[in-house]
């Protein structure tokens, strides 16, 4: 790991903190070990959790699909040469306009959770194929995904009829576990839920063909409270045989936090290491990024990234806060991080595990901040 | 306020919503309204609350002061030509470097909160002024600052011996009752606090002679849970001379929420309103505005905005949701709204009260939605 920091320092040592560094060497191997334990599924990389060009630019090299959240998305793949039918529309939000805008661009993969939806999908995507979302409670993530998302059982059999009859191929079903599921057996449920669905709909006369597994997929943070995402792969692979038979449908899967989490350092500095009061118990260190440059998922205390330094010393509970003037900008005040004493200004401060969800959620200018720019190893 | 929409929609027919209209006029009423109540403060006016060029234009003009947070914030003020003796550099949280960019640039007016800040001032911007941040537990403000901010009023005596001794000019304190505050007597409190150390410090030898009042005058939002803010002003002037008396010590007020948030009308357009299933009892409102572009303040609910349409019908309690394929893009889920159920896709939702803490708060790209655009009336 020094050494990481070492090359790091090497090759940034004219940057500014704070910065994140992405190695891409990382994404492919994450890519290759998905391929390697699922090589019946077909990656639909989520673009959201890191949308550089490189890390695009990688993937499509890789053999990966895109899942897209807009309009914009969908034009930096375009951009990059991705032909229309490896992309899905995986929002269940959606304008009017935005769906003849994906169709009209040669997008025929839609999902939908609602019968509004479905009516905009049919007038400006007539003839797509149409993924239906299931709800579930996703217990057991540490960023759930609410009733935002999904519709029930019974209501997806009504929809898949309705599509039909609205002239869309009623294709197959999605779901998602939430993000960084712990608990492997969610997949398990999850299954036997959709077969039942699959079995309902052939008997209807509506026969399904695809399922997407969502995301959900484990990165690692400082919890150890989940299984190697090796056996994940393992289990899910189990679970698809118990449920759907050697026979399996046509198999998508959706990382992002999985696909680019790991290949994140992002470099920051101290500002100041101090006590709020001389009679105070912990220390707060604030250091020059924070939640509206690139930490949002702190928000709960919900991710809790690795922390390191090469500081030497005695090691205390500390306070981590961002350098707004926004109380909100605090990182982890329940969850003190063992840190050295001795932290001084300017001292470097790598939060690992930082290529999901960091950059792109950035804000523009908050305080005059500016975003937080993204280099490669 | 039919025939102010009316005149939006005139003015921005051509725009794409989402976008913040913000009516300069109303800006201009604030700030009036503030000097005409406290005739003796100076104002200095928050930047962070709303940089726009505009806001910050129209501010200069009519005389106000600036309280900064960065050295972005202060290359944006210097540049429409404000003098460097009219900017305060408000953030307890600088790097050396930092502090010597606002020297450098002529500001001598810093203040601090911490033994470990006070040092780096002494040394990059020797013989500024010195304002010690009180710490205050800000409770009755619907978005309270926390422990980041300020100290107690023990360290401050020492703080304040300390920076004399370092050749820095002690010069005064600042305390911040919270933003949104809804207690007037947390200013009571405040200034009792402050006097007290005034004493103090007087009689031994460091008299201090200005007091900055900070921010946390409220903004009308939702809740009607606040007196008028022009009781505020009354009381917080009885409240100077109750401790102070009639020889006051120069009062700075850093107004932020207060003077822009009222100009500021955020326009969507809804996506979809459905229930997710036919036996839910709520209906979803899918609006174009989210929590990563504009609407951060709604995080834990803490800012009910108003929200208007001019859509008629039977009004139904709603879960309004932003567009993004992130569930944490909930905008109101505990507090539903009463709006028309017949709310159609396009539909202009109007969020009232905008003008403070949405733009800049902006995400640059997430889920590849823009940050929002910002015009003015």
Redesign the interface.
């Known amino acids: 790991m020094k050494s990481l920091f070492k090359s790091i320092e090497e090759k940034f040592y004219d940057k500014e903190t704070p910065y994140l560094v992405i190695d891409l060497e990382n994404v492919e191997e994450k890519y290759n070990i998905l391929k390697h334990y699922l090589p019946f599924s077909e990656v639909y990389y989520?673009?959201?959790s890191n949308?550089h060009f490189e890390v695009l630019g990688l993937l499509n090299k890789l053999g990966s699909n895109f899942d897209?959240?807009?309009?914009?998305?969908?034009d930096?793949i375009l951009s990059i040469g991705v032909c229309p039918d490896r992309i899905s529309y995986?929002?269940t939000?959606?304008?009017?306009m935005d769906i003849k805008y994906f169709y009209d661009n040669g997008v025929r993969l839609f999902v939908t959770?609602?019968?509004?939806?479905l009516i905009?999908i049919a007038k400006n995507a007539p003839g797509s194929d149409i993924f239906f979302r299931l709800?579930l409670d996703n217990s057991g993530a540490d960023?759930?995904?609410?009733?935002?998302?999904?519709?029930?059982s019974?209501?997806i059999l009504?929809l898949v009829e309705e599509a039909k009859k609205m002239g869309l191929n009623p294709y197959g079903l999605s779901f998602h576990v939430g993000s960084q599921q712990k608990d492997i057996e969610q997949w398990d449920m999850a299954l036997c839920l959709c077969k039942n669905i699959f079995d309902i709909c052939k008997k209807n006369g509506y026969p399904l063909s695809m399922l997407n597994l969502g995301g959900g997929l484990p990165a690692q943070y400082l919890m150890k409270d989940h299984n190697n995402v090796n056996l994940y792969f393992s289990f899910i692979k189990k679970y698809l045989i118990k449920h759907f038979g050697k026979n399996l449908p046509r198999i998508l899967i959706e990382p992002g936090r999985y696909m680019v989490a790991e290949s994140g350092i992002l470099v920051t500095?101290v500002?100041?290491?101090?006590?709020?009061?001389?009679n105070d118990f912990y220390r707060?260190l604030?250091i020059?990024a924070g939640k509206?440059n690139g930490l949002i998922e702190t928000?709960n205390e919900c991710i809790k990234y690795p922390i390191l330094t090469n500081r030497k010393g005695k090691k205390v509970e500390m306070i981590i806060?961002g350098?707004?003037?926004?109380?909100?900008?605090?990182l982890y005040?329940d969850n003190k991080y063992l840190l050295s004493e001795n932290l001084c200004?300017g001292d470097k401060v790598y939060f690992m595990s930082t290529g999901a969800y960091t950059?792109?959620?950035?804000?523009?200018?908050?305080?005059?901040?500016?975003?937080i720019k993204t280099y490669f190893l």
């Open positions: 989520a673009v959201k949308p897209i959240a807009s309009i914009y998305e969908l930096r995986g929002n939000i959606k304008k009017s959770d609602s019968h509004e939806d905009k709800y960023w759930p995904l609410s009733k935002k998302f999904g519709t029930c019974d209501n009504s500095s500002i100041l290491n101090t006590k709020k009061n001389d707060w604030y020059d509206f928000l806060a350098p707004t003037c926004d109380s909100l900008d605090i005040e200004e950059s792109s959620y950035s804000s523009v200018e908050f305080n005059g901040f500016p975003p």
